[in-house]
């Protein structure tokens, strides 16, 4: 129990509010009016609205939306189906957006964008480049295109961008790049880009983060692109339909300096035993291994015990078919750090019943005691 | 070089200049008042127990880099890493973890406010308003009518 004189002033509810999800807030703003006051715009900070079929589901009502309005600093437009709600409220979002998530690049959208230009750091679109139905000719498609990577060259602040079914026509190459030097962080899914090998030697230098799935562009661009880059820290990749893995295997061994990579992604794209050890004998700093269905087996195996037991954090090996209770029980032996690690083939029990002659190590008993719910069961 | 801070209640302590620079208010003070150095800084609103914990956090932490004030509102910012000392220091009971803060705030000790919010919001968590209420004992100063109005207009965040 605190004594009458401690009540916690607005700085510090507003610390402690930064720490707590929109629900805990939600709870906070109940408690008494000065908790109101200092918590609100914190509640609204971060928005995503929900309005589908119709005006059934409304979430958050739209009236309480539009009064807290000048509060939103992130939202999420990605689920309104009801252009009427965002022409209400495209007006009235003036640099102040700091994350703008949609479904579609539209009139109001653009508008949205327009108007926080100067304060957008991040901007998510889903189906960048849907055409009006009427007409969707080639020549529209790329008017679309030009407005809309003129609009994004405008946001000043723009660090992180993620663009689905995006398309890049050799007239926005060079607007492209320009863009990409700016980046922390880019995803491109399912996109089509005419190239991605920049013109210019000249590195992508913020470029931490870089998802690239499944887009219809040259591989070897890809990887131009990717080697432009040298402070990449997460990369996650999907080759587009059959383009094969041999060019990135050939490409991270023939790097001249040492790999910085501390994530590598390979959801959807399995690979051999062979072919992923090879990748992770490059990279000697990584943390994060997310290789669901690949033959990881005892060749990769051998690669994370001898060279990545000290770093390696998280490994992901959901439905990789050649995983054994041997290989397993070896991994969380030697692997130190290890903090997630999901299999998909086995049940926490596997572990916790170990057959008689195995008897469960001081590092795997550690391991469940602390954090027990990070082996997930299977999907 | 040394400096003195007297507690609320009288209590003096002399510790290493650096070390009371980790509070962003003694360090500003010293720079005004670099000639009268003599005398003990009072810091009227920290009792002589929670000084004595905030200046053990200051010594531990003396030699880390300043971390700036993230007044810009960015999610993916790494929080700042607890060390295992950290986590031993914060084995408080939940009261002398919010005068801690209280102190931390008052005197801007950055990091140690940070962690002790971080600690305060893992507390709350979960909490209904109603139990929030009675930790702090807080009075309920909304109308009923407020009450429901509030209501209706959070319902989205339990989505």
Redesign the interface.
């Known amino acids: 129990m605190m004594s009458q004189d401690t009540t916690l002033p607005p700085e510090v509810l507003i610390l402690i509010g930064r720490s707590l999800r929109q629900s805990d807030i939600a709870s906070c703003v109940l408690v008494s009016r000065s908790w109101r006051s200092a918590l609100e715009p914190l509640l609204w900070s971060r928005v995503s609205l929900v309005y589908e079929k119709a005006d059934s589901i409304l979430f958050p009502h739209p009236d309480a939306v539009l009064k807290n309005i000048n509060w939103i600093l992130s939202l999420d437009l990605s689920r309104v189906v009801d252009p009427m709600h965002m022409q209400t409220m495209a007006p009235l979002l003036h640099n102040q957006l700091v994350h703008l998530s949609v479904a579609q690049y539209t009139a109001e959208v653009d508008q949205i964008l327009v108007q926080n230009c100067a304060s957008l750091r991040s901007f998510t679109c889903c189906y960048s480049f849907v055409l009006p139905k009427t007409s969707s000719t080639a020549e529209l498609s790329s008017q679309l295109a030009t407005a809309f990577w003129s609009r994004i060259t405008e946001l000043k602040h723009l660090d992180t961008l993620h663009l689905k079914a995006a398309v890049v026509y050799q007239e926005h190459v060079e607007r492209f790049f320009d863009i990409c030097r700016r980046l922390w962080s880019l995803t491109l899914e399912k996109g089509s880009i005419v190239t991605m090998n920049p013109p210019t030697k000249e590195p992508f230098l913020k470029m931490r983060r870089l998802e690239l799935r499944e887009n219809s562009v040259v591989i070897h661009s890809q990887l131009q692109f990717i080697s432009q880059c040298p402070h990449l820290d997460q990369l996650a990749w999907i080759s587009f339909q059959d383009a094969h893995v041999t060019s990135l295997l050939f490409h991270m061994t023939t790097q001249s300096e040492p790999c910085r990579i501390r994530s590598l992604d390979f959801t959807g794209t399995p690979m051999t035993d062979r072919e992923l050890s090879t990748i992770l004998s490059c990279v000697p700093n990584l943390q994060c291994l997310i290789v669901p269905r690949s033959l990881f087996a005892e060749l990769c195996c051998e690669q994370v015990v001898n060279f990545l037991d000290d770093t390696i954090e998280e490994l992901d090996l959901k439905g990789c078919p050649a995983m054994t209770k041997h290989l397993v029980q070896i991994l969380l032996l030697i692997c130190k750090r290890l903090k997630r690690f999901q299999t998909g083939l086995f049940s926490p029990s596997v572990f916790l019943a170990p057959s008689t002659n195995e008897i469960p190590t001081k590092q795997q008993l550690k391991l469940f005691r602390v954090e027990p719910l990070m082996f997930m069961t299977p999907e | 070089m040394k400096v003195t801070l007297e507690s609320s209640d009288g209590q003096v302590f002399t510790v290493d200049k650096e070390v009371a620079e980790l509070s962003v208010i003694i360090k500003e003070m010293l720079v005004i008042e670099q000639a009268n150095q003599d005398h003990p800084i009072p810091l009227l609103n920290v009792g002589a127990v929670e000084l004595a914990k905030v200046i053990e956090y200051c010594e531990h932490h003396r030699n880390d880099p300043t971390i700036d004030d993230d007044e810009d509102?960015?999610?993916?910012k790494k929080?700042i890493e607890m060390d295992d000392w950290d986590k031993q220091f914060t084995i408080v009971n939940k009261?002398m973890m919010?005068?801690l803060?209280?102190a931390a705030?008052s005197m801007q000790v950055k990091p140690l406010?940070?962690l002790g919010?971080?600690y305060?919001?893992?507390i709350?968590?979960?909490?209904?308003?109603t139990e929030?209420?009675d930790?702090?004992?807080?009075?309920?100063?909304?109308t009923p009518e407020e009450?429901d109005k509030?209501?209706?207009?959070?319902?989205?965040?339990?989505?």
């Open positions: 509102y960015d999610s993916r929080p009261e919010f005068e803060i209280l705030n406010l940070h919010c971080r305060a919001a893992d709350v968590k979960r909490m209904s308003p929030i209420r930790l702090f004992q807080i009075d309920d100063d909304f009450q509030i209501e209706w207009e959070k319902q989205w965040t339990k989505l």
